[in-house]
């Protein structure tokens, strides 16, 4: 017989679609590229505030400002989105 397992724990956060200067103003050089290059506003609007959402909820958790969550110089511009590891403090960049 295996252990039971507690079951884990979930937070469920939401956000409005919102593409207001605040908004944009977590998104990184890469992202503002990304965000140009959308043609539909309210592509623009979703894409901004998913990745202002994802920043603001690894900032609250791990204690660090949403601005610096995000793939930085080094990535190589491949995208993929904020980062909870130490990549995205610049740790580990040879």
């Given at each position: ?67 610096s969550r995000g793939g930085g110089p080094g990535c190589g511009g491949r995208g993929g989105g904020p980062r909870a590891g130490p990549r ?7």
């Open positions: 017989m295996s252990a039971v397992q507690p079951a884990a724990a979930a937070r469920v956060v939401w956000s409005p679609v919102t593409d207001r200067p605040a908004v944009r103003a977590l998104l990184d050089e890469g992202e503002r590229g990304r965000y140009a290059a959308l043609r539909a506003p309210g592509d623009r609007a979703r894409f901004a505030a998913g990745r202002a959402l994802a920043k603001s909820v690894l900032g609250r958790l791990t204690g660090a400002p949403a601005r995205a403090r610049g740790a580990g960049r040879g």
